[in-house]
């Protein structure tokens, strides 16, 4: 996708960071290459797949524009079919089809970003193939309005690009936070906890022990706890059991937990699932929690087959999955797989803080439930709108047709949730009027009845520009070019329209933090900053 980058003056003589990225990728391949051959030489036979793709995912798009790569690639179905990949205009001429149609699963996921951020401290790039955008957007806070009942608000906003016609449009969508700890419905949460050789390593089984601790006293007496471990094989350390009067015998088991041998996830879903149903309790939230690395290499290893042998609990008992990875080194693509089709979502913890964000004080967003199966269509006025393009939801996209079929697997969202959709579109010349139409369809998920909301945009309400928004989609625009930038090394992934440089969106992130006081945008400018870092020591290591 031809798209016309545009930088400021302060930034107009460094090379653009995808391309730094590129030249960094490409040292490092080189400088790799010969330990790897002398160790193949050594043990005479080939490794495996080494991919974090998830299998099976329809990840159509264009070839990066930014260095010299063939041309977009032609849709391979899907919405990418309907035209929800904007072509630009030094592009071959794809026309968007007639529907105008964007159609997706919710995703309340973070990993994505959670796991770069780790990588980053440690020095490394993140693998271009672990960034899914909409997990960095989705990571930060949002000022949207919240509902007065159960079900989502939804708004629809935008603004203009330094990019000539094309516009950022965001989707924002909020659930109503619990009021207190005890409006919630009990839960009933099946731990299945990896303790396999690789989860020894600091900030792994002994950050799960320590966050588990912590919950358990934080829990109620009227939730109940079990417990399964995995490692070869897995076994059911405690049955499904009331806090109430037990608390001492869940700690007890707790800490009883030691990492051992290989890592057999397959069969710590199956008997974690056997466990959850055999405790099974009417009116609660029944929730199975996957702690893990998710490096799988004993059993089943593909998410499609451990899913398989899990479904008939899935869907017979609404048993959810929530993934919570942990590591330096982690199976993303694995993790990321299991929770989408797992109806449930997945976050990234990667020291103590995190730990406690996600067990204690997010507990009653990661276990229980607004909506089932919530979906987002937004209809795009062809009078108005020339091209347009969804960032992220790669693997969530849902077929136009199927957005009001209820058969149709949507997202999990938790009370007092957020969730964004940012589009890149670009408007005809001289056009105004009405742009955009959302739509967002879920289930009440005890009654299972469907509900809708809407919103809209008209060409007149977009500001005139990205940096002179209200600081929240400063803040989203700011995630999602980097989340671009990343990914940059991809060559099924075009760039968005106007991006910074990586030190302009450090810069920005860094002013943001300030004026935000937010601790979560602080950490997003020492990520971007860190990138950069990596970025500017790889242009030095090239050109010696």
Same mark, same amino acid.
């Not at 499609?304 to 993303?332: C, M, N």
């Not at 199966?373 to 709108?385: L, M």
């Given at each position: 996708?031809?798209?016309?980058?545009?930088?400021?003056?302060?930034?107009?003589?460094?090379?653009?960071?995808?391309?730094?990225?590129?030249?960094?990728?490409?040292?490092?391949?080189?400088?790799?290459?010969?330990?790897?051959?002398?160790?193949?030489?050594?043990?005479?036979?080939?490794?495996?797949?080494?991919?974090?793709?998830?299998?099976?995912?329809?990840?159509?798009?264009?070839?990066?524009?930014?260095?010299?790569?063939?041309?977009?690639?032609?849709?391979?179905?899907?919405?990418?079919?309907?035209?929800?990949?904007?072509?630009?205009?030094?592009?071959?001429?794809?026309?968007?089809?007639?529907?105008?149609?964007?159609?997706?699963?919710?995703?309340?996921?973070?990993?994505?970003?959670?796991?770069?951020?780790?990588?980053?401290?440690?020095?490394?790039?993140?693998?271009?193939?672990?960034?899914?955008?909409?997990?960095?957007?989705?990571?930060?806070?949002?000022?949207?309005?919240?509902?007065?009942?159960?079900?989502?608000?939804?708004?629809?906003?935008?603004?203009?690009?330094?990019?000539?016609?094309?516009?950022?449009?965001?989707?924002?969508?909020?659930?109503?936070?619990?009021?207190?700890?005890?409006?919630?419905?009990?839960?009933?949460?099946?731990?299945?906890?990896?303790?396999?050789?690789?989860?020894?390593?600091?900030?792994?089984?002994?950050?799960?022990?320590?966050?588990?601790?912590?919950?358990?006293?934080?829990?109620?007496?009227?939730?109940?706890?079990?417990?399964?471990?995995?490692?070869?094989?897995?076994?059911?350390?405690?049955?499904?059991?009331?806090?109430?009067?037990?608390?001492?015998?869940?700690?007890?088991?707790? +800490?009883?937990?030691?990492?051992?041998?290989?890592?057999?996830?397959?069969?710590?879903?199956?008997? +974690?699932?056997?466990?959850?149903?055999?405790?099974?309790?009417?009116?609660?939230?029944?929730?199975?929690?996957?702690?893990?690395?998710?490096?799988?290499?004993?059993?089943?290893?593909?998410?499609?087959?451990?899913?398989?042998?899990?479904?008939?609990?899935?869907?017979?008992?609404?048993?959810?999955?929530?993934?919570?990875?942990?590591?330096?080194?982690?199976?993303?693509?694995?993790?990321?797989?299991?929770?989408?089709?797992?109806?449930?979502?997945?976050?990234?913890?990667?020291?103590?803080?995190?730990?406690?964000?996600?067990? %204690?004080?997010?507990?009653?967003?990661?276990?229980?439930?607004?909506?089932?199966?919530?979906?987002?269509?937004?209809?795009?006025?062809?009078?108005?709108?020339?091209?347009?393009?969804?960032?992220?939801?790669?693997?969530?996209?849902?077929?136009?047709?199927?957005?009001?079929?209820?058969?149709?697997?949507?997202?999990?969202?938790?009370?007092?949730?957020?969730?964004?959709?940012?589009?890149?579109?670009?408007?005809?010349?001289?056009?105004?009027?009405?742009?955009?139409?959302?739509?967002?369809?879920?289930?009440?998920?005890?009654?299972?009845?469907?509900?809708?909301?809407?919103?809209?945009?008209?060409?007149?309400?977009?500001?005139?520009?990205?940096?002179?928004?209200?600081?929240?989609?400063?803040?989203?625009?700011?995630?999602?070019?980097?989340?671009?930038?990343?990914?940059?090394?991809?060559?099924?992934?075009?760039?968005?329209?106007?991006?910074?440089?990586?030190?302009?969106?450090?810069?920005?992130?860094?002013?943001?933090?300030?004026?935000?006081?937010?601790?979560?945008?602080?950490?997003?400018?020492?990520?971007?900053?860190?990138?950069?870092?990596?970025?500017? %020591?790889?242009?030095?290591?090239?050109?010696?």
């Amino acid at each position: 996708m031809g798209i016309k980058h545009t930088r400021t003056a302060a930034f107009a003589g460094r090379p653009h960071s995808g391309a730094r990225r590129a030249s960094r990728r490409r040292l490092a391949g080189t400088l790799l290459a010969l330990p790897l051959a002398g160790a193949l030489l050594l043990t005479g036979c080939g490794a495996g797949d080494g991919s974090n793709s998830s299998d099976g995912a329809d990840k159509s798009g264009g070839g990066r524009n930014n260095l010299p790569l063939p041309g977009p690639a032609q849709p391979t179905g899907g919405a990418a079919e309907r035209g929800t990949e904007g072509e630009q205009s030094d592009a071959p001429d794809v026309q968007p089809s007639p529907d105008y149609l964007s159609t997706f699963a919710l995703d309340v996921d973070t990993a994505s970003y959670g796991y770069a951020r780790r990588t980053l401290a440690d020095g490394r790039a993140p693998d271009p193939s672990t960034i899914r955008p909409e997990e960095f957007v989705n990571s930060f806070r949002q000022d949207y309005e919240r509902p007065d009942g159960n079900g989502f608000s939804l708004s629809v906003d935008g603004a203009r690009t330094d990019d000539g016609r094309w516009s950022l449009v965001r989707v924002g969508l909020a659930t109503r936070p619990a009021e207190s700890e005890s409006e919630r419905p009990p839960a009933a949460l099946t731990f299945v906890i990896d303790i396999s050789g690789s989860m020894a390593e600091p900030g792994r089984l002994d950050l799960a022990t320590e966050s588990l601790d912590v919950m358990t006293d934080r829990l109620r007496d009227d939730d109940s706890v079990a417990l399964v471990t995995f490692s070869d094989e897995a076994e059911t350390v405690l049955p499904m059991t009331r806090l109430g009067g037990h608390r001492a015998r869940v700690h007890r088991a707790i +800490g009883s937990l030691e990492p051992t041998d290989s890592t057999n996830l397959g069969a710590g879903v199956r008997t +974690g699932y056997a466990t959850a149903v055999r405790g099974l309790r009417e009116g609660a939230t029944n929730r199975v929690v996957l702690i893990s690395d998710a490096l799988a290499n004993t059993g089943d290893t593909d998410a499609d087959d451990i899913l398989e042998r899990i479904s008939s609990a899935r869907r017979e008992h609404g048993i959810t999955l929530f993934g919570v990875g942990v590591g330096s080194d982690y199976g993303d693509a694995l993790m990321e797989r299991l929770a989408d089709k797992g109806d449930g979502h997945t976050t990234y913890v990667s020291d103590r803080d995190d730990a406690l964000t996600v067990f %204690c004080d997010r507990l009653p967003q990661n276990i229980d439930l607004t909506a089932r199966d919530a979906k987002a269509q937004v209809a795009f006025d062809p009078e108005t709108v020339e091209r347009f393009r969804l960032i992220g939801y790669d693997d969530r996209k849902v077929a136009d047709e199927d957005f009001r079929d209820d058969r149709v697997d949507g997202g999990e969202v938790g009370p007092g949730h957020t969730v964004t959709a940012l589009y890149a579109v670009r408007t005809r010349p001289g056009a105004s009027g009405h742009l955009a139409t959302a739509t967002v369809r879920w289930l009440d998920p005890r009654s299972r009845a469907p509900h809708e909301e809407s919103g809209s945009l008209e060409t007149g309400g977009l500001r005139e520009g990205v940096w002179t928004s209200p600081y929240s989609f400063q803040v989203t625009a700011v995630a999602a070019y980097f989340a671009d930038d990343l990914r940059s090394g991809d060559a099924r992934w075009s760039s968005l329209p106007g991006v910074p440089s990586l030190g302009e969106l450090a810069s920005r992130a860094r002013s943001l933090a300030n004026v935000t006081e937010d601790k979560d945008v602080a950490a997003l400018a020492t990520a971007i900053g860190q990138a950069d870092e990596l970025d500017i %020591c790889a242009d030095d290591c090239a050109t010696r």
